[in-house]
C-alpha cells in the first residue's frame, strides 16, 4: 500500500471515530434542572480509551461550585470500569459548540496516564481538527514524576 493510502486510510478511521464519539456526546445532551441548585446535561463528553471502550459523561453545575465537568464525569465512569488511559476526547455544548477542555480539567486527564499527553482532542466539528492534551498543556509540570 502507498504512503498516501495509508495516511488517507487513517485520517478515514480518525474521522469516523471522531464522529461516533461526537455523535455519542451529542446524544447525551439532556439540558435540565435537577433541583433549584443544581443543572445538568448542558455539556456532553465522550472518551475512547486504549482499550477501544467509549465513556460518556456530562456536566453538573451547582450552587456550592462542587460541580463536575463533562470530561471528569466521563473519567469518573471509565476508572469506575478498571481504565486510565486515553486516545479521543470530544466535548460538546448544547449550543452544539466544540469545546476543549477547561484549565482543572486539562491537569485531571494529564495525571491520568503518563501517555495522556498525546490523546486527540477535536477542535473543530467542520474539518474535524484535532489538538493534543500535550499542546493545551505545555511544559506540564508532572512529566518528570512519570518518567522516574
Known amino acids: 500500500m502507498?504512503?498516501?493510502n495509508e495516511i488517507f486510510n487513517r485520517n478515514r478511521v480518525?474521522?469516523?471515530?471522531?464522529?461516533?464519539?461526537?455523535?455519542?456526546a451529542k446524544n447525551s445532551l439532556n439540558p435540565r434542572d435537577i433541583s433549584p441548585f443544581i443543572s445538568a446535561?448542558?455539556?456532553?463528553?465522550?472518551?475512547?480509551?486504549d482499550k477501544g471502550n467509549v465513556y460518556l459523561g456530562v456536566c453538573?453545575?451547582?450552587a456550592?461550585?462542587?460541580?463536575m465537568c463533562a470530561e471528569r464525569n466521563a473519567v469518573a465512569n471509565m476508572i469506575t470500569n478498571g481504565e486510565c488511559k486515553i486516545t479521543k476526547l470530544v466535548c460538546v455544548s448544547a449550543a452544539n459548540e466544540i469545546l476543549t477542555p477547561c484549565g482543572a480539567c486539562r491537569e485531571y486527564?494529564?495525571?491520568l496516564h503518563?501517555?495522556?499527553?498525546?490523546?486527540?482532542?477535536?477542535?473543530?466539528?467542520?474539518?474535524f481538527t484535532t489538538v493534543t492534551l500535550n499542546e493545551l498543556l505545555p511544559d506540564w509540570w508532572g512529566k518528570k514524576q512519570f518518567n522516574g
Open 14 to 24: 480518525v474521522y469516523m471515530e471522531f464522529e461516533r464519539l461526537y455523535i455519542q
Open 60 to 62: 453538573i453545575d451547582t
Open 2 to 4: 502507498s504512503e498516501t
Open 114 to 127: 503518563e501517555s495522556n499527553g498525546e490523546m486527540e482532542i477535536l477542535k473543530s466539528l467542520e474539518d
Open 41 to 49: 446535561g448542558r455539556v456532553a463528553s465522550a472518551i475512547l480509551t
Open 64 to 67: 456550592c461550585t462542587l460541580g
Open 109 to 111: 486527564l494529564m495525571q
